[in-house]
């Protein structure tokens, strides 16, 4: 019986786990403050306290109190847990897609689907004498289809398994190839800079050879203006000195 308990709280674990993910998938997409997010995980804490409580206690003194639990915590956690995920995933492969990511995009859409379907197998529990376990069960499930429901789970647990491991790497070459092109457009613009670089250090040169050329023509024009200047007078004070030594 203790081991059997033992399951039960494992059970419970795994599930909240899964609700845990499927609330932080969506929480993003909704652009919640901090504070909000903290009652999110206070409300998901509470919300699994309750379900537990309701299926130890409400079924006390019930002969089969451990299968009613199983159930409770199937009905109440797993399957709004794997619903929840479902949702996410699928909505972030629209995004994907609508992005361009197509490898990532199909394996989020093979994920929700496998959540999909995993959220219905939970709503298969062990039989029960109250609905719907005397309606839908493991043994009426096994009847009807010829093999357990634990054969479908683990088949969706492992295409959930295979499809997020390929939207890891979808997702993780995704970022190498945006990480690349950063890359390209951060070479892209230092060479921009040193050819933009380049070309004011020739407009300079060039800027400066005409300064030279000017200043060297502004002397040589200062120099002959002096040079006549200086010329024409000397003649005439020579021819002033002829006058007036005459």
């Known amino acids: 019986v203790f081991l059997s308990w033992v399951r039960v709280a494992i059970l419970m674990i795994s599930f909240f786990f899964l609700l845990v993910f499927g609330v932080s998938l969506l929480q993003p997409e ?14 998901l804490i509470g919300y699994v306290a309750l ?27 797993a399957v709004p847990a794997a619903f929840l995920a479902g949702l996410a995933l699928q909505r972030r ?43 839908l069960n493991t ?30 790497h979808a997702a ?9 092109a950063a890359q390209q457009a951060r070479v892209d613009a230092l060479e921009q800079v040193r050819l933009e670089l380049i070309r004011r250090e020739n407009m300079r040169q060039e800027l400066l050879r005409h300064i030279v050329v000017a200043q060297e023509e502004e002397r040589a024009r200062i120099s002959r203006e002096l040079h006549d200047q200086t010329a024409q007078t000397l003649t005439a004070f020579s021819l002033h000195l002829a006058a007036l030594r005459q």
Not at 32 to 39: F, Q, W
Not at 172 to 180: A, D, G, K, P, W
């Open 172 to 180: 993780e070459v995704e970022r190498q190839n945006q990480f690349l």
């Open 93 to 135: 492969a629209r995004l994907a897609l609508r992005q361009g990511n197509q490898s990532l995009g199909r394996s989020f859409i093979l994920a929700a689907l496998g959540f999909s379907v995993y959220a219905f197998t939970q709503m298969v529990a062990p039989p029960l004498d109250v609905f719907p376990g005397n309606l």
């Open 30 to 43: 909704m652009h919640l403050p901090r504070r909000v997010r903290r009652l999110w995980w206070s409300g």
């Open 51 to 77: 379900v537990f409580w309701f299926g130890a206690f409400i079924w006390a003194g019930h002969a089969d109190r451990l299968t009613h639990v199983d159930a409770s915590l199937r009905y109440f956690l």
């Open 139 to 168: 043994n009426t499930f096994l009847a009807y289809t010829g093999f357990p429901v634990q054969v479908v789970r683990a088949a969706m647990a492992v295409l959930i398994t295979v499809s997020l491991l390929h939207g890891i």
